[in-house]
């Protein structure tokens, strides 16, 4: 304990990371805590969900992050509770217990969750990604499924198994559905006496695919999942989720074994333990410096935070660019009022998106100016996401995964992972220790 004033920061993701790396070797102590030991590069989750990449390849120990850092710290265990009155906050420890840890200043950035919209069969029967935990899960199901149906004799069954579908047309939505297609038909299927076809499916809401992003790249986005095999269904409102099926609004019903969920995000539920009133999705509401209303001394970043662009009256998206420079604000203005200084308002310079949809295929509107559609905007995409990258180790291991890939059409990473057994041998070296 020393008389610096103590800062501290709820969530290892982007905007938690940079706020704690910003806040390195400054006069202040950091108190970093998330429930993993590992910062996760989640855009590239879908990828290891379809064998594509090894789950140590998207993720970087925390420790290593901050070795670094003498005033950073890290607990891994889950907040259970947050008085911002005492300025005291609640951790169950994945180690130790519970603990009670106070802060002079509180950043949250514990980012999101997937959002069901209250419909329970869709959580029940479907597939997140999330975290590794889920691509792991949703890797070992759709490996064990082509196991299954090359040994099926009843072919409509064989047809449910081998039928993928992939709900929400956003960049995630689009890359899962265009990786599987490739898992299915140009790896899998070399494999498999009988030359099993898989049947992969996007369902979007609304009218288009990539709703943000230009008419044009949206066609074209369309036209190139298309034009590989995907079968992309727009207009398309899910009412239900079955173990094997999903019924459509319109009546219309899919069998299927397997639906991945990419239709929307929510905040993380630790934002009720604020008492604040929550926005749309239950983010937190704050100011332009990033502050929480009505608070003092908290601030929040990231998926988890409400903020509206000045510009448009919309809410600042849920992207790594924003999520790492609110980040920065929330450092430099918690130095900002220990020196008693005018803090910063959070000003977004964006860069652009894009996303891929297969080998050589993607769509980017570069600083929302410049169209690239096709292998030029592939490989940008592959550019962009090695630079953003923690570690170097995982940036190589990465690229060389990519370039197999493109060059044998192989992906080595098919493990079929017994969960039940693992979970259990866990539970149990838990009640030892």
């Not at 850092?69 to 519970?98: L, W, Y």
């Amino acid at each position: 304990m020393t008389d610096r004033k103590r800062v501290i920061i709820i969530g290892a993701g982007f905007a938690g990371l940079k706020t704690a790396r910003k806040l390195s070797k400054q006069n202040v102590d950091v108190l970093l805590i998330d429930r993993n030991n590992y910062h996760t590069f989640t855009p590239l989750l879908y990828q290891v969900a379809t064998c594509g990449l090894d789950p140590s390849s998207v993720a970087y120990p925390v420790r290593s992050i901050i070795a670094k850092s003498p005033n950073v710290n890290f607990m891994m265990g889950e907040v259970t509770a947050i008085d911002t009155d005492n300025k005291v906050i609640s951790i169950q420890t994945k180690t130790n217990g519970v603990r009670e840890e106070s802060y002079d200043f509180l950043h949250i950035a514990a980012g999101s969750k997937t959002n069901f919209f209250g419909n329970q069969s869709i959580a029940d029967n479907s597939f997140a990604l999330r975290d590794l935990d889920d691509a792991l899960l949703m890797r070992n199901h759709i490996v064990r499924l082509f196991e299954k149906a090359a040994w099926t004799e009843d072919k409509e069954k064989q047809e449910a198994l081998m039928t993928l579908v992939v709900v929400g047309g956003g960049p995630t939505g689009l890359e899962t559905a265009g990786s599987l297609y490739e898992l299915y038909n140009d790896v899998l299927d070399k494999e498999f006496p009988g030359h099993l076809k898989a049947r992969v499916v996007l369902l979007e809401a609304a009218d288009n695919v990539l709703l943000p992003y230009p008419p044009r790249l949206q066609k074209s986005a369309q036209k190139q999942l298309e034009g590989m095999g995907v079968e992309v269904k727009t207009s398309a409102f899910v009412e239900e989720v079955g173990r094997d099926l999903v019924k459509l609004k319109d009546g219309e019903v899919i069998n299927t074994y397997t639906v991945v969920w990419s239709a929307g995000v929510k905040a993380n539920p630790l934002a009720e333990m604020l008492d604040v009133e929550l926005q749309r999705g239950g983010k937190i509401p704050v100011k332009p410096t990033m502050e929480v209303i009505g608070l003092d001394g908290v601030y929040a970043a990231g998926d988890i935070a409400f903020l509206e662009n000045p510009k448009d009256g919309r809410p600042y998206p849920g992207l790594i660019p924003v999520a790492q420079q609110q980040g920065a604000v929330v450092a430099d203005n918690i130095l900002h009022s220990i020196a008693d200084e005018p803090l910063d308002t959070f000003t977004y310079f964006d860069r652009g998106s894009m996303a891929t949809i297969g080998r050589s295929r993607a769509v980017a509107w570069v600083f929302n100016k410049v169209p690239l559609s096709g292998f030029l905007a592939w490989v940008s995409w592959l550019a962009l996401h090695l630079m953003v990258m923690l570690g170097m180790r995982n940036r190589i291991v990465v690229f060389i995964g990519w370039i197999w890939d493109y060059i044998f059409y192989n992906r080595t990473v098919r493990l079929i992972l017994e969960e039940e057994k693992l979970n259990t041998k866990a539970n149990q070296l838990r009640e030892v220790a």
